[in-house]
């Protein structure tokens, strides 16, 4: 997506998060003298909130990861086949997957859902590459079994 159309979201999902107390309302606009200027209260209020949740990097790194993972549109050819009783999994091609180390953990995003597993599972789901389940370790198993119950990956 273009830049202009991350900002939008951006901004779409900070409006969400106010609560009724942290939005817009008419006593921002009582010190005003001029009807229609913009007092500087009001731009200084949409200032803080605005720094609020983009100097946040980790809060903008997670929004970004999951915006840039939302499913945009599927391939009727690529959505799972349902269990053949293969052991190799793949994350299906219509998905897009992406993820952000941390420290010596990932965070694995996934049409806009996360999970916390090593980077290498991380790494082996972006990369769309078959992962035998009894090849990882326990904390991995249980990611991948919750990927897979969530119908995102595939038997190869």
């Not at 913009?38 to 997670?62: P, Y």
Request: net charge negative; with cysteine; hydrophobic share 30%.
């Amino acid at each position: 997506p273009v830049t202009g159309e991350s900002l939008l979201e951006s901004t779409q999902t900070i409006v969400e998060e106010l609560t009724e107390d942290n939005r817009f309302t008419d006593n921002l606009y009582q010190n005003t003298q001029n009807p229609g200027a913009l007092a500087s209260e009001t731009i200084e209020h949409l200032h803080k909130t605005l720094q609020q949740h983009f100097n946040n990097k980790n809060k903008l790194a997670d929004w970004f990861a999951r915006y840039m993972t939302e499913p945009r549109r599927q391939s009727p050819d690529l959505l799972p086949t349902g269990n053949t009783g293969s052991e190799l999994w793949a994350l299906n091609a219509s998905h897009r997957a992406a993820y952000r180390e941390n420290g010596d953990k990932a965070q694995v995003y996934i049409d806009g859902q996360s999970w916390a597993c090593s980077t290498s599972l991380a790494q082996t789901l972006c990369a769309y590459q078959p992962i035998a389940l009894n090849t990882l370790n326990q904390e991995d198993q249980t990611v991948l079994m919750e990927i897979i119950d969530d119908d995102i990956l595939c038997e190869k």
